[in-house]
């Protein structure tokens, strides 16, 4: 009997890991011919290869990329996550659809941890989402974004000289975990710490600590997988009640902030609230919030969604920019004479002063900089992975509800179809005025995603970007450090490690 009972299970888990993904996989590879590479591994699919590539060729994608290269035919990536087939879109057509038709593809929680950033912007779909992306658009216009340059001057200036810079990843995310602390609480958040640490120190520290749980640790890979996010907290080990721990603390604290600024709003008169609006996130958040309750549309305030709201633009805005920007520092590193085509670029436009909203758009030479940086290393290779929420017939493939989908942002920069020397590194490919991109159908170089969910933050991450370089820049000569090797590898998102990669001398 027990022999019986073995087999049926051994045949069950042969099912789900192999044949469940494996053969809607095939017959697509079957229809597609050609235009389809099938890259399947079981469990793993995909991420098996990417970090074999790591491992072998010192960077996550380097394998793929290679693939995609030598196959331009290819439109579809057909891979697996567990056992669930994942389809990767390579081609520009397939991901201008996916893009435009948001509404059939909601997202999936990469973190799989709940109450972090579930109901923050990032997660949230339909009409919520839809009120939430007009009440923080008010968060993110020109005029709110040019009132913290002042801010972002001063925290990069006091990081150069305070920073030890022997950890790049630490020195940056410090920077652009203060400016979204300081942009989202103002000033009832300076010197906030967390289970010891600054806030943001901790915030960064706590979600690679979950990604790497999640994605490294069998044991709890298997336990979310069987009994969904509450795994965290049924039979946790050490580690998992460690980071539970700290969850707690994180959400207690932000609470505690938000309700420090709650009872301060109330007592202020409606001037000053205004006045304060243009300040920071959280004020223009609880103002609406309380003005529903005084219409009587809500008896209590609701904590959950605004502190979401603020992890959610914490965890979105400030690795995202930290990686770009040591990303940018590296790539500075590796070419000498465009470190010194953009330090003169800088000096000849404000010489020591610091930067103001009217340099912006007159760093030229540092927009297509990092425009071509983002060609070749967008951290964000990709956005979130998407489910197919119903059966569909979606351009030429028949897609069916529960698969996984994600339009790759990496690929179609890198064929000869759209840029010409795709593979070199040139961002004066910028400078001309023909337009670098060719067959572009708006969809080809997209580092903020497009459509109606693009980056909410893009402005922001591309000022903060232009002002942390511009000073770094100016203060020191960068260059890669000759006592490690240089890779490019992935904490969640694809970025330059090891963290000591780069050395940084004081210009005379
Ligand atoms: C180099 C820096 C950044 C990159 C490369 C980047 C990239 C992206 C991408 C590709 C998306 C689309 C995600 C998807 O559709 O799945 C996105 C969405 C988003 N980003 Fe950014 N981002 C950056 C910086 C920021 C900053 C600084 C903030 C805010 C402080 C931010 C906040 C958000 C939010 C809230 C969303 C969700 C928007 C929505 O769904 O309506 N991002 N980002």
Redesign the pocket.
């Known amino acids: 009997m027990i022999f019986y009972i073995i087999i049926i299970f051994v045949f069950y888990v042969l099912y789900r890991i192999v044949l469940k993904p494996l053969i809607p996989l095939l017959i697509l590879k079957l229809q597609f011919g050609k235009e389809a590479y099938l890259w399947y591994a079981p469990i793993w699919g995909l991420l098996k290869y990417n970090f074999r590539s790591l491992k072998q060729n010192g960077d996550f994608f380097d394998d793929l990329r290679k693939r995609m290269r030598e196959n331009p035919q290819v439109k579809i990536l057909l891979t697996n996550f567990l056992d669930t087939p994942f389809i990767n879109f390579v081609d520009s057509e397939y991901i201008k659809k996916m893009y435009l038709e948001?509404q059939n593809f909601p997202?999936f929680n990469l973190l799989r941890y709940d109450n972090l950033i579930d109901k923050?912007?990032?997660m949230t779909e339909g009409e919520e989402?839809r009120f939430q992306?007009t009440l923080?658009g008010l968060a993110f216009t020109f005029e709110k974004l040019k009132s913290r340059i002042p801010m972002i001057n001063q925290t990069v200036k006091e990081r150069c000289i305070l920073d030890p810079k022997t950890n790049s990843f630490d020195f940056i995310s410090w920077i652009t975990g203060e400016v979204?602390i300081h942009?989202f609480f103002g000033e009832i958040a300076k010197g906030l710490t967390i289970n010891g640490k600054p806030g943001q120190v901790e915030i960064v520290k706590l979600v690679a600590d979950i990604m790497l749980q999640r994605f490294k640790n069998a044991y709890t890979q298997i336990k979310l997988m069987i009994l969904g996010n509450k795994g965290w907290r049924i039979l946790a080990t050490k580690k998992e009640k460690d980071i539970n721990n700290r969850v707690d603390t994180l959400r207690n604290t932000v609470k505690q902030l938000i309700e420090t600024r709650i009872q301060q709003l109330k007592g202020e008169t409606e001037a000053r609230k205004e006045k304060d609006k243009d300040q920071c996130f959280l004020d223009i958040y609880l103002c609406e919030l309380l003005k529903q309750q005084n219409e009587g549309s809500k008896k209590n305030i609701d904590f959950e969604p605004v502190l979401q709201q603020f992890l959610?633009?914490f965890f979105?805005?400030t690795d995202?920019?930290a990686t770009?920007t040591v990303t940018c520092l590296v790539y500075l590193a590796k070419y000498p004479d465009v470190q010194n085509e953009l330090l003169e670029e800088i000096k000849d436009l404000m010489q020591d002063s610091d930067v103001q909203d009217t340099h912006l758009p007159k760093l030229v030479k540092m927009n297509a900089f990092i425009n071509e940086v983002f060609r070749l290393r967008?951290?964000?290779f990709s956005?979130?992975v998407r489910l197919v929420q119903q059966d569909m017939q979606f351009l030429d493939i028949k897609l069916k509800k529960g698969w996984m989908v994600v339009q790759r942002?990496d690929i179609p920069v890198i064929r000869n179809e759209h840029f010409s020397n795709p593979e070199v590194f040139d961002y004066k490919r910028w400078l001309t005025g023909q337009g670098a991109i060719q067959s572009d159908n708006g969809f080809v170089h997209i580092?903020?995603?497009a459509g109606g969910?693009?980056?909410?933050?893009?402005h922001?991450?591309q000022m903060?970007?232009k002002i942390i370089l511009c000073h770094i820049i100016r203060k020191f000569q960068v260059s890669l450090n000759p006592d490690v090797q240089l890779k490019f590898g992935i904490r969640f998102l694809y970025g330059a490690e090891p963290d000591n990669c780069l050395i940084y001398k004081t210009r005379r």
């Open positions: 948001y997202k923050g912007l990032l989402w992306r923080l979204v942009s959610t633009l979105a805005g995202t920019t770009m967008n951290p964000a956005p979130f942002h580092p903020f995603g969910r693009n980056c909410i933050g893009q922001m991450a903060e970007l």
